[in-house]
């Protein structure tokens, strides 16, 4: 499972170094940019993933102490809390279609960088995209890990897979972690409107 | 693989910090240090990420082989900042060289 994490380092560092890169070229449309996003959405769903990411090392606890009712609530409220982080998301989204902000033909927007600040929307929507993506994935694998527990497959000698699939969980938060402050905080000071 | 268990608090406790580290960033967001907001901004995230491998991840009580894969994986990313920046940061300087 680690050996997988270390590829999806790459995976998004691919997406993080495209976002360095950019970011050095045009650094007005970067400070321009981040102030079209939502910090109190942005900061909300940051502690909702960070709490999903404590309620999942819980139910990797449960699973270690042979509690299998505990391990399936702690995993239910992880899922939940991983929802409530993409309707948010989703919200954002429907936000930006609805100003014209999506980048591609329909993209409309006022400033003397509009141009780069479409790369940073381009940006955004990669790299959020590719994260809720990721989150979808988990759902699924919560779930079936949930179900495991929940036929009781698990035990104190054997709950590798809950440990896996929490270890895919936190990486996923990981993410977020970075891109919460790289998208929505950087620059923010630096404009005086 | 029967592991070690960590005790609940600890879970709570590094839910905390990671809260306040939340909060710290978004503050210090909104005040103008100039260059610095990057680097800092950076380094909190660096400790959350840390502190979330470690304790959540369980990478603390986990194998050194464990502790090595997740090493080059990090290293190997420092490697593609690193090679890639130099490049592009470096493209203008032969016009000062002359």
């Known amino acids: ?193 | 693989m029967p592991g070690h268990v960590a005790p609940r608090s600890t879970y709570l406790t590094i839910f905390a910090t990671l809260m306040v580290l939340t909060g710290v960033t978004i503050s210090v967001a909104f005040i103008n240090l100039g260059g610095l907001n990057f680097p800092v901004a950076l380094t909190i995230a660096v400790l959350k990420a840390t502190l979330v491998v470690l304790f959540f991840m369980h990478l603390k009580d986990s194998s050194r082989l464990t502790k090595l894969i997740v090493g080059t994986g990090v290293f190997f990313l420092f490697v593609l900042f690193s090679l890639t920046l130099t490049d592009y940061l470096s493209r203008g300087w032969e016009t000062f060289a002359r």
Not at chain 1, 14 to 26: K, P, Q, S
Not at chain 1, 79 to 107: D, Q, W
Not at chain 1, 135 to 152: C, K, N, Q
């Open chain 1, 1 to 193: 499972m680690w050996l997988f994490l270390v590829t999806e380092i790459m995976f998004f560092g691919g997406l993080f170094m495209a976002y360095l890169l950019y970011r050095v070229w045009y650094p007005e449309a970067w400070a321009e940019g981040s102030l079209e996003l939502d910090v109190v959405l942005g900061g909300v769903n940051t502690v909702v993933l960070i709490g999903s990411s404590l309620t999942m090392a819980l139910a990797v606890r449960a699973a270690q102490k042979g509690l299998p009712r505990a391990t399936v609530n702690w995993l239910l409220a992880t899922v939940s809390l991983g929802g409530v982080f993409l309707v948010i998301k989703g919200f954002e989204y429907a936000h930006k279609f609805h100003a014209h902000h999506v980048p591609g033909p329909n993209f409309v927007f006022e400033g003397p960088h509009a141009k780069q600040v479409e790369i940073f929307l381009s940006l955004y929507f990669a790299m959020t995209g590719l994260h809720a993506l990721h989150m979808v994935i988990g759902f699924g694998l919560l779930s079936v890990i949930a179900w495991m527990a929940y036929r009781r497959r698990f035990s104190p000698e054997w709950y590798a897979p809950v440990e896996m699939a929490g270890l895919y969980w936190h990486f996923v938060d990981i993410v977020w972690i970075f891109l919460f402050p790289l998208l929505y905080l950087v620059d923010r000071a630096h404009q005086s409107s």
